[in-house]
């Protein structure tokens, strides 16, 4: 059985408090941040909201305490100087505790579905792209990534060449290579080789998948290669970072950026717009836009 105490902190406090239960050999604690979102340049960022009160999680298990959960009332109380009325308890079947989350299948509306591990849904009308969400940034969930597939996975990539900066879990490396990419090189700031490679094989991929660990605006990893197309989507600022870091429109006639919201977008398209890029398509879901250049 898993025991859950449940108390009121003001957040400018919660540190202190969770010192004091620390001391008291109480290591297991959650709680959420409070928090604003706010749009900012490049997309969205918050702020803490540091005079609210956040609900601390203060959890124990019968397979490490004895007694619960009156072993731990007097010492919450004696440790916080509270009282058990400020103390809201629960408990958890252990066996069902840690479930992992199931995606729903996503329809991409184009004929495309991406396909999640717990899905036993067949699709014999459809074309399927499996992906397993693992450590990696990108599910298939966000706007950005399902406005970048739409646009790769309408598109025959038959012997191409792909470079996917900031890949993240790969999924639109994984797109690119079952539109018939033949090269696919797919860079990100973290180790995300055994995500891409996994999902590779789920798809049974079998072209050239290459997966590069760099840091693309700040590190020694240069882009020397030319390829039929580059896909970023990581946002306007970082987009713009890269390709005056690494000179790279100079690497292809064709990209698709993503990752950008309708209120910065100018300065992007003034960059590509200096290249000799026109834009040959853009879409937008919500404020997310994504971009198709192509150079004139």
Known sequence: MLHEFSINVPFNDI????????AAGIYNLYYESPIEIIKV???YGYEEKKDQLVELKIYASDQEVDHLPEAYYPLLETTLSISRDDI???T????NWEQSY????IDLGNGWIIKYPSSEQEYD???VLKFDPLAAFGTGLHETTQGCLRMILNKDLTGKSVLDLGT???????AASLKGADKVVAVDYEEVARELYHNAQLNDLTNDLQVVQADLITGDYEINENYDLILINIGANETISIIERHNLLKNSDDFFISGLVEWHLDD???VFAKGGFSIEEKSQTNEWVSIHFKRD
């Open 15 to 22: 540190n202190e408090v969770t010192d004091l239960l620390n």
């Open 41 to 43: 340049q490049n997309g």
């Open 88 to 90: 809201t308890y629960k």
């Open 92 to 95: 958890y079947d252990e066996t």
């Open 102 to 105: 199931e995606f729903e299948d």
């Open 125 to 127: 009308d459809k074309q």
């Open 168 to 174: 993240g879990s790969g999924m639109l490396a994984i």
């Open 268 to 270: 992007l398209i003034n």
